[in-house]
């Protein structure tokens, strides 16, 4: 009854739900690219049935690639249909797995959408990344008896007193999974607290990265033309980062006068209001986009592609996590610990707390309270090499004994399909 009630209300929201669509395609050009497949009108699937994954952005997505791999050697016979709601997630799927899947965006949890997202994509089965709980999708599936999974899944104490609030829409949602693989106990204990019945904590998936061979080389071919330059990679920074990092960058060259800050905005919209900025600072800035050799007087390379800051992680000599200096829960940082890079982030990684405690805990990171705390650190580590190859050697070896959840995780999918 309750799912009825909020089934329908939506419907009565389509209009609403319309008009912000095209909103947001006006304010955020990304946002027009295949509208239409957020109403459910994706590309009709023929042959086998596809394997759908969706994640819905940047740190979903690079989570989910060695999934994807995984996959792709266990079901060989069958496609991968890989789903975003971002637009920047859906630039992660394409520089990373390019035609070796099919992207589509998700559907709005509209009854209509999707019904007709399940209809044109035919799924054998469904694996959602981390904490997505819509009940009109869930709904769907069941009522299509697809097998849905819910994969390295986190509910943090915030997120777990809301959905309770809900319980009685969410709860049957829950119910109606084939399994959850939580990150860690305390995230079963969550799920199981809103009702969910098959939940095992298999650990964090987002430990098993893909081997970095072929990073260290792109991030070697980028580091080649700046010489002896000590590199420092802030990546992906929210508004109110980009002038800590301008104000840090400033301080540490007085003591490190060639040091190059690598500027990776998490959104690439927000890149010319960013370049204006350091423009307006006196900072002297080369675009990535424009294709053109840093010179030696140019300060700031202001990364405005996608899908290359695993490679800038491979190149710098630290390594900054932006979202962490402001209230926005923080990035991931495995990336670079993986690179064998010192990491540093500020007070609020709440969305990567465990993570973060443990690369704490090893030695491995560096946490900063404000502006001038990095720019501490930060000199540690120029000035010390030995120190920064230690750390990040600390993070590298976390990173490899953590790892085990996507074995695990995939234990709870049925052999064959």
């Not at 869930?138 to 915030?158: D, E, G, K, T």
């Not at 060639?258 to 600072?281: I, K, M, N, T, Y």
């Not at 064998?340 to 560096?366: W, Y």
């Amino acid at each position: 009854m309750i799912r009825r009630l909020y089934a329908g209300l939506l419907c009565l929201l389509t209009p609403l739900v319309l008009g912000f669509t095209l909103w947001r395609a006006w304010r955020r050009p990304g946002y027009r690219e295949r509208w239409w497949q957020r109403l459910g009108w994706i590309p009709q699937s023929r042959g086998p049935a596809p394997l759908w994954v969706h994640a819905v952005s940047v740190g979903e997505a690079i989570a989910a690639i060695p999934l994807i791999h995984a996959l792709e050697a266990r079901y060989p016979g069958h496609p991968i249909l890989m789903s975003t709601t971002t637009p920047t997630g859906a630039a992660v799927v394409q520089a990373r797995l390019g035609e070796r899947v099919t992207h589509v965006y998700a559907p709005y949890d509209l009854p209509a959408a999707v019904a007709r997202f399940f209809r044109r994509g035919r799924p054998a089965l469904g694996i959602i990344m981390e904490t997505e709980v819509w009940p009109n999708l869930y709904h769907a599936a069941a009522r299509r008896a697809i097998p849905l999974y819910l994969f390295n899944a986190r509910l943090s104490q915030r997120s777990q007193r809301g959905y309770q609030r809900f319980h009685h829409l969410l709860g049957p949602a829950l119910q109606s999974l084939h399994a959850i693989a939580a990150q860690s106990d305390a995230d079963a204990a969550a799920f199981r607290a809103l009702g969910a019945a098959q939940v095992v904590a298999t650990g964090n998936l987002k430990y098993d990265l893909p081997e970095q061979d072929a990073t260290h080389a792109a991030g070697a071919a980028l580091r080649q033309p700046w010489g002896d330059r000590p590199v420092w990679v802030f990546g992906s920074t929210h508004a109110g980062e980009d002038e800590l990092a301008m104000a840090v960058l400033r301080t540490l060259r007085q003591q490190f006068p060639h040091l190059l800050l690598v500027l990776v905005p998490r959104h690439p919209e927000r890149c010319d209001g960013v370049a204006a900025l350091l423009q307006a600072q006196g900072l002297r800035v080369q675009r990535r986009s424009a294709g053109q050799p840093m010179r030696p007087e140019q300060e700031v390379l202001l990364v405005d592609t996608l899908g290359e800051l695993p490679a800038f992680y491979a190149a710098a000599d630290v390594v900054s996590i932006g979202g962490s200096f402001v209230r926005k829960g923080g990035h991931n940082p495995l990336e670079a610990a993986a690179l064998a890079k010192p990491v540093s982030f500020g007070p609020h990684m709440e969305n990567f707390r465990d993570i973060a405690s443990t690369l704490l805990a090893a030695g491995a990171a560096m946490q900063a309270a404000d502006g001038n705390a990095l720019a501490v650190i930060l000199a540690h580590w120029l000035a010390d090499p030995i120190a920064a190859r230690e750390s990040g050697q600390k993070g590298q070896r976390v990173v490899q004994t953590q790892r085990g959840a996507l074995a695990r995780s995939l234990a709870l999918l049925p052999e064959r399909l």
